[in-house]
């Protein structure tokens, strides 16, 4: 409880406050790090995001089948476990088809009536605790016959928290969905200082709502509930507080609640559906790892109950087998929140704020560590939704190489001038290396193309530069500045590849001039296996022909496409 409110809600708190756009603490850790290393590092929290977010859906899903085959109604169930996981899965999927909205929703009606559900169990508790003092005294006795002092409880509770700290996954699903929170009408985009104080809202008062059920339920069930019903095998294992609904209220209440308890932890999956449809498009089709249909809902929908069948296949519905990975996964994402949340403090100079989100970084380091060294399989498991998701995205991003990649296209002043005078004839632009500036080199170059490719005296040309920034990005926008080398006139623009930005810039001056635009390169030397990966890797290789592909791509009309030139 005291980590809740003191820990991961100030953590949390903060990271609403840094990324209000639903990017979650990944985002926070992104911009530490650049290039190919930043993306990759994104990707492995990814994968750490899917494990732990299938696995609440599946996992969750197990449980409600669990709860459903030990009610007394529904003891036909036994033997079906995996058919009926898969039937909640499916209907998990179905809710989402349907919409946003509808699925926020359910998701209000069934929350609210398993609180209430749950106050009266745990107020009929209190009630014959009440009754029944003597239980109350038994039990402290028992707690100061077994540890002899407070300081040795807190100890015995340390080697206990990381079993407990799955509980503040709801965290990390609560500031992913942050674009669903309303703001106020007079947010700014960059910053919804509305949103981020409803945020702000809804985390607290998830936090208190966990830590008094907590406690509360943690009490009445341990005081009430002989020590044997929670071994394996007993009434009151993984359902203590079904078993009081079952023996204080009756058949009859137990019964709802048994309903409540499946329905609820049915929709527990709906949190990490919503995350993972908020997290996934934010990242994967910006890098160019996922296509472009991947921002739509429905197709992820299905993509992501596909995934949860298969997993719930392969581990038979069974909650514990499951139980090492959705640990692993949700611990080292709330790991990487907290040392983002510490970082991000001592980059502000926050000393203060530093130690004490340090603390509870070191908390969270110890809490994984314990898990993944206590349960190695979670980390396998982890580490192949990790190795799936980095294999397809590199993939994907292969596969996208020769689209545009450029978002929108701006000209400064100069730019637009030399292009209005160049449509007043044949438009042409000779590609020049950006190595090569001096005044001279631009002669040099200019009477080489004419020479080779017969560019009339009397026809003006322009020169075009593009220089490579950040070769991981994958569609910039591109900022074209005109500039004057001596007699030469120069466009200039920085690009995440060059080709692509060479072909965006011939079709937007096709487009802005109405007129076909001829373009010159030079044959570049070396192997073409090292220009693929040059390109690849650092957006250059061999020029020429990559430009050419992404023109014919994305101009199928042979007459409308800009033409290359090579010599």
């Known amino acids: ?42 990707l492995c929290l990814i994968g750490f995001v899917a494990t732990g977010f299938v696995i609440t859906i599946t996992l969750s899903a197990a449980d409600a089948t669990a709860h459903l085959a030990e009610n ?17 899965i499916g209907l998990l999927g179905a809710v989402f088809l349907k919409g946003f909205g509808e699925a926020i929703g359910v998701a209000v009606v069934l929350v609210a009536c398993y609180i209430l559900l ?73 910053r919804p200082a509305g949103r981020i104080r409803n945020t702000h809202k809804l985390l607290t008062a998830a936090a208190l709502i966990m830590s008094v059920m907590l406690i509360s339920s943690s009490v009445v069930t341990t005081v009430l509930i002989p020590h044997a019903e929670f071994e394996e095998g007993g009434a009151a294992n993984g359902r203590a507080l079904a078993y009081l609904a079952h023996e204080y209220l009756g058949e009859a209440f137990g019964t709802v609640y048994d309903i409540s308890t499946i329905l609820i932890l049915w929709f527990a999956g709906a949190s990490a559906m919503a995350g993972l449809l908020n997290i996934v498009p ?17 197709p992820l929908v299905l993509i992501f109950t596909a995934i949860c069948v298969v997993v719930t296949i392969l581990f038979g ?110 438009i042409r632009i000779i590609a020049h290396d950006t190595d090569e500036l001096a005044t001279e ?22 020169f075009l530069e593009v220089t490579v920034t950040d070769a991981s990005e994958f569609a910039p926008d591109l900022i074209i500045t005109g ?29 802005r001039t109405g007129k076909v635009p001829h373009v010159y390169f030079e044959w570049s030397e070396g192997n073409p296996l090292g220009h693929l990966a040059r390109y690849v890797l650092f957006g250059q290789g061999d020029i020429a022909p990559v430009t050419h592909e992404v023109l014919r791509e994305a101009e199928p009309v042979p007459e409308r496409r800009p033409t290359c030139h090579v010599a």
């Open 282 to 298: 934010r990242y994967l089709p910006r890098y160019g790892m996922a296509p472009d249909w991947a921002r739509a809902t429905r």
């Open 118 to 190: 749950n106050l009266a169990v745990v107020g009929v508790g209190f009630y014959e605790i009440a009754q029944r003092p003597a239980v109350l005294t038994q039990w402290t006795g028992s707690l100061v016959g077994a540890h002899g002092s407070p300081l040795a409880m807190i100890g015995a509770a340390l080697l206990v928290f990381p079993r407990l700290a799955l509980g503040l996954s709801g965290f990390e699903t609560g500031v992913v969905v942050m674009p669903l929170v309303q703001g106020d009408a007079d947010d700014r985009p960059e």
């Open 483 to 511: 500039h004057t080398v001596g007699p030469h006139r120069v466009l200039r623009a920085q690009s995440a590849a060059v080709p692509n930005a060479i072909a965006a810039i011939l079709l937007y001056v096709r487009n």
């Open 1 to 42: 409880m005291l980590i809740t409110l003191f820990g991961a809600l100030p953590m949390y708190r903060r990271v609403a406050q840094e990324s209000p756009h639903g990017d979650g603490s990944i985002s926070m850790l992104e911009r530490l790090l650049s290039r190919w290393k930043g993306k990759l590092f994104v």
């Open 441 to 462: 080199e631009y002669a040099e170059k200019e009477a080489r193309q004419r020479r080779c490719n017969h560019i009339p005296a009397e026809d003006p040309v322009l």
């Open 317 to 426: 519905a069974d909650v514990e087998a499951q139980a090492g990975a959705y640990a692993t996964g949700v611990l080292a994402l709330m790991t990487s929140a907290t040392i983002a949340v510490t970082l991000s403090a001592h980059r502000h100079g926050r000393r203060l704020a530093t130690l004490a989100f340090g603390a509870i970084s070191a908390i969270f380091v110890y809490t994984t560590a314990v898990t993944v060294f206590g349960d190695p399989q979670g980390l396998k498991i982890a580490g192949l939704f990790i190795l799936a998701i980095v294999v397809t995205s590199v993939a994907s991003r292969l596969w996208r190489q020769t689209e545009l990649r450029v978002g929108k296209v701006v000209l400064d002043g100069a730019a637009q001038r030399f292009m209005q005078e160049a449509a007043r004839g044949e």
């Open 72 to 88: 007394p109604f529904t003891r036909f169930v036994h033997g079906h476990e995996v058919v009926a996981t898969l039937v909640l």
